[in-house]
């Protein structure tokens, strides 16, 4: 039985038009190391800094980096206005009315998560029951510790209680090196499903408004 829904933010609860990559790829540029398409989509679903450090080849100048993107990205959520993507409140509010919990899990750090889920109105206690950053655990995807974080907030000590689900490769192998019950891709973020089936999830579905549906509620 699942207990806990572990979920990634944007590209899978959040529609914010792919603006995270668009800006990543801005800063490396700037940065004077820029980036093809393939080295971005290796970085999808990665701890920011990690994939600035990666990315430029530059750590010693990963904070200032990190700075310059959470500005840019600050500036263009407030211009595109990020929403839920279809289906997805109305997806959360179905499990924690059936006793499963949600955790949002994410490559930001506070900076750039607390503003986001506020605009959204969606709250811990609330909407949620816990939202984990990469930035205040040991890594980042694709290891286990976001989850594993999760987890302990929500007191789920089971990984087969869990599902894990996430728009990217890393999404998913983290879901499998936490040994998830579940593991399932979602198609609403940049990913494809080639890509994505790639990494064996136990599910590919459309988006996270299935969920319900796969867990028979």
């Not at 909407?127 to 290891?143: F, I, K, M, Q, Y």
Request: aromatic letters at 2%.
């Amino acid at each position: 039985m699942i207990s806990l829904v572990v979920l990634d933010i944007a590209g899978t609860t959040v529609d914010e038009k792919n603006a995270v990559y668009d800006v990543l790829a801005a800063v490396v540029a700037d940065h004077g190391t820029p980036a093809d398409d393939a080295a971005l989509r290796r970085w999808m679903g990665a701890d920011k800094r990690e994939a600035l450090a990666a990315l430029t080849g530059d750590p010693a100048a990963v904070e200032d980096l990190h700075a310059d993107f959470v500005g840019r990205l600050h500036d263009t959520y407030a211009a595109i206005r990020p929403a839920p993507l279809p289906g997805v409140p109305e997806a959360l509010a179905a499990l924690r009315a059936a006793g499963v919990r949600v955790a949002l899990t994410t490559g930001f750090d506070r900076q750039v998560t607390d503003p986001l889920l506020a605009a959204l109105h969606w709250r811990v206690g609330d909407e949620l029951d816990a939202v984990v950053c990469a930035s205040e655990v040991a890594a980042g995807r694709p290891t286990p510790h976001m989850i594993h974080r999760a987890m302990e907030l929500t007191g789920v000590k089971d990984p087969a209680e869990v599902l894990a689900a996430g728009d990217t490769a890393l999404d998913i192998r983290a879901g499998h090196a936490a040994r998830a019950g579940i593991v399932a891709g979602v198609l609403t973020g940049a990913q494809t499903r080639e890509e994505l089936a790639a990494e064996n999830p136990t599910h590919i579905l459309d988006g996270v408004a299935d969920i319900p549906a796969l867990l028979r509620l």
